[in-house]
């Protein structure tokens, strides 16, 4: 293992973090706000320990294997959050060292469980900073599934199947570096297309910016305690839907489509992404029918609160809590789903959920035709079968760490609802979840016991669970 090169790249993180912490500094600056040498302290610290790292402890790499490749992964999220902290503590928006750990691990894992109360009249810088965390955040989670958790054979990347002509596959397949440029053009270009959208329907500019970075990330900070709900316009929370649902679909899809001049036949013909269009639209139907008749709420806000949950954006406009009990269990139930794989959202994904769906239905035909010979497929592609044994393994190992993470929150003092909400909402990185920490509430409340253990959930719900248990094999670190 290269450590001094895992040094060294983490260096290069820290600078590049260090330097986006000047855009809050600047407007600060230009607000002539009291948190300017807060935010130039804070970037300098960064910029200071990037650079002792690049320059003197680490050493530029020449090449990297595959455990590089994860404990990288693994140590910048850690990093990065710790570094994320340092504006949040100095200026004291959070009350502690827990808090403001909690409120950047959640914006960079693109979670948006926030400690902070008070956002309408809290500072420009801040608020930036909020949502820029979730927008870094967002393209080094589509980064992460389509280069990194591949080599583990449980990201979902390798079961993508884009029916193109071979050189696109090619071109998203062959680097890495290539593939996180072309990522990040597309990224950008729907994070500028939303902000001009929401700008047009009547937000501030401000606002339509940090709006459109947590969208795309699919993050959930908002600049205002009411979230969404606070501009009471249809129109808004129309395009919001629309950009939730974009961005949960599969990066690479949307290349095609670019690559095709814009022909959607790309989308369609995916697999992944018809279960996910048709996950959101019977969700929506089921869950729509009770709250309508029983007046507790529109049917807009129905839309936008489902694909918020389901996408694992955490966006509100009303407080779904207050629905009908069963709609409730539902809402639980796709916020485990998740987007797709490739995409910023959070969850299990559509293409997991999916493949073990399969394969449970090839089960049940196997008991009725015990010497047929069943393949699970994938549209027309045969899943080998390690694909499907490791989604097995990925699915069984996600619920033992929800269940044992949610039981440790509950031994901090939190009530059970609130514990096994809180506990699936940050594993999945949609943040808003029930009880005490519904839509109306936020997590400011919780021992901070609870709040550092939850930061692990969102750390390992970001990691995908695999990459954080195969630091732990002793194998791992053998030569």
Same mark, same amino acid.
């Given at each position: +293992?290269?450590?001094?090169?895992?040094?060294?790249?983490?260096?290069?993180?820290?600078?590049?973090?260090?330097?986006?912490?000047?855009?809050?500094?600047?407007?600060?600056?230009?607000?002539?706000?009291?948190?300017?040498?807060?935010?130039?302290?804070?970037?300098? &610290?960064?910029?200071?320990?990037? @650079?002792? /790292?690049?320059?003197?402890? %680490?050493?530029?790499?020449?090449?990297?294997?595959?455990?590089?490749?994860?404990?990288?992964?693994?140590?910048?999220?850690?990093?990065?959050?710790?570094?994320?902290?340092?504006?949040?503590?100095?200026?004291?928006?959070?009350?502690?060292?827990?808090?403001?750990?909690?409120?950047?691990?959640?914006?960079?894992?693109?979670?948006?469980?926030?400690?902070?109360? #008070? @956002?309408?009249?809290?500072?420009?810088?801040?608020? &930036?900073?909020?949502?820029?965390?979730?927008? =870094?955040?967002?393209? %080094?989670? $589509?980064? =992460?599934?389509?280069?990194?958790?591949?080599?583990?054979?449980?990201?979902?990347?390798?079961?993508?199947?884009?029916?193109?002509?071979?050189?696109?596959?090619?071109?998203?397949?062959?680097?890495?570096?290539?593939?996180?440029?072309?990522?990040?053009?597309?990224?950008?270009?729907?994070?500028?297309?939303?902000?001009?959208?929401?700008?047009?329907?009547?937000?501030?500019?401000?606002?339509?910016?940090?709006?459109?970075?947590?969208?795309?990330?699919?993050? #959930?900070?908002?600049?205002?305690?009411?979230?969404?709900?606070?501009?009471?316009?249809?129109?808004?929370?129309?395009?919001?839907?629309?950009?939730?649902?974009?961005?949960?679909?599969?990066?690479?899809?949307?290349?095609?489509?670019?690559?095709?001049?814009? /022909? &959607?036949?790309? *989308?369609?013909?995916?697999?992944?992404?018809?279960?996910? $269009?048709?996950?959101?639209?019977?969700?929506?139907?089921?869950?729509?029918?009770?709250?309508?008749?029983?007046?507790?709420?529109?049917?807009?806000?129905?839309?936008?609160?489902?694909?918020?949950?389901?996408?694992?954006?955490?966006?509100?406009?009303?407080?779904? /809590?207050?629905?009908?009990?069963?709609?409730?269990? &539902?809402?639980?139930?796709?916020?485990?789903?998740?987007?797709?794989?490739?995409?910023?959202?959070? #969850?299990?994904?559509?293409?997991?959920? =999916?493949?073990?769906?399969?394969? %449970?239905?090839?089960?049940?035909?196997? +008991?009725?035709?015990?010497?047929?010979? $069943? *393949?699970?497929?994938?549209?027309?592609?045969?899943?080998?079968?390690?694909?499907?044994?490791?989604?097995?393994?990925?699915?069984?190992?996600?619920?033992?760490?929800?269940?044992?993470?949610?039981?440790?929150?509950?031994?901090?003092?939190?009530?059970?609802?609130?514990?096994?909400?809180?506990?699936?909402?940050?594993?999945?990185?949609?943040?808003? !979840?029930?009880?005490?920490?519904?839509?109306?509430?936020? *997590?400011?409340?919780?021992?901070?016991?609870?709040?550092?253990?939850?930061?692990?959930? +969102? $750390?390992? !719900?970001? @990691?995908?669970?695999?990459?954080?248990?195969?630091? @732990?094999?002793?194998?791992?670190?053998?030569?």
């Amino acid at each position: +293992m290269h450590v001094r090169g895992v040094i060294w790249l983490l260096g290069v993180l820290s600078l590049f973090y260090g330097s986006s912490m000047l855009l809050p500094t600047l407007i600060a600056l230009v607000n002539a706000s009291g948190e300017f040498w807060h935010f130039l302290f804070a970037a300098c &610290l960064t910029l200071l320990i990037g @650079l002792l /790292s690049v320059r003197y402890v %680490g050493e530029q790499p020449r090449r990297l294997t595959h455990r590089d490749g994860f404990l990288i992964v693994a140590l910048a999220w850690v990093t990065l959050s710790l570094l994320g902290a340092i504006p949040f503590l100095s200026i004291g928006v959070c009350g502690s060292v827990v808090d403001a750990l909690f409120e950047s691990a959640s914006g960079l894992t693109t979670t948006g469980a926030t400690v902070l109360s #008070g @956002l309408d009249t809290m500072p420009h810088a801040i608020l &930036l900073w909020r949502s820029m965390q979730e927008w =870094l955040g967002g393209m %080094g989670i $589509i980064v =992460l599934a389509v280069a990194i958790m591949p080599l583990l054979g449980v990201g979902g990347m390798q079961l993508f199947r884009a029916e193109t002509p071979g050189p696109v596959k090619d071109k998203l397949t062959a680097r890495v570096t290539e593939t996180a440029k072309v990522l990040w053009y597309i990224y950008l270009l729907m994070t500028v297309i939303c902000a001009a959208a929401y700008a047009l329907a009547g937000m501030n500019w401000f606002d339509a910016i940090n709006h459109a970075m947590c969208t795309v990330a699919i993050g #959930g900070f908002s600049t205002h305690d009411a979230s969404m709900g606070w501009f009471h316009s249809s129109l808004i929370e129309m395009i919001a839907v629309f950009f939730m649902v974009l961005a949960g679909i599969n990066f690479t899809l949307h290349f095609a489509v670019l690559n095709n001049r814009f /022909s &959607l036949q790309a *989308y369609w013909r995916d697999e992944e992404f018809r279960a996910y $269009i048709y996950i959101l639209s019977v969700v929506f139907v089921v869950i729509a029918m009770p709250v309508w008749w029983s007046d507790s709420d529109e049917l807009h806000h129905v839309l936008f609160n489902v694909v918020s949950v389901a996408t694992t954006t955490g966006f509100a406009v009303s407080d779904y /809590s207050q629905w009908p009990p069963g709609t409730n269990m &539902l809402l639980f139930v796709v916020m485990f789903i998740g987007a797709c794989a490739g995409s910023t959202g959070g #969850g299990m994904k559509v293409i997991r959920v =999916l493949l073990l769906f399969r394969q %449970g239905l090839g089960e049940i035909r196997r +008991m009725i035709h015990p010497h047929a010979v $069943i *393949y699970t497929k994938l549209g027309e592609q045969t899943v080998e079968a390690d694909v499907v044994q490791a989604v097995w393994g990925f699915f069984v190992l996600y619920m033992v760490c929800y269940l044992m993470i949610a039981v440790i929150v509950a031994m901090t003092g939190v009530d059970l609802l609130t514990a096994m909400s809180a506990t699936a909402a940050c594993l999945t990185n949609t943040g808003p !979840g029930f009880g005490h920490v519904g839509p109306a509430d936020n *997590y400011a409340a919780l021992p901070s016991a609870g709040k550092s253990v939850l930061m692990f959930a +969102m $750390i390992l !719900g970001r @990691l995908e669970i695999y990459t954080f248990f195969v630091l @732990l094999v002793p194998e791992f670190w053998r030569k």
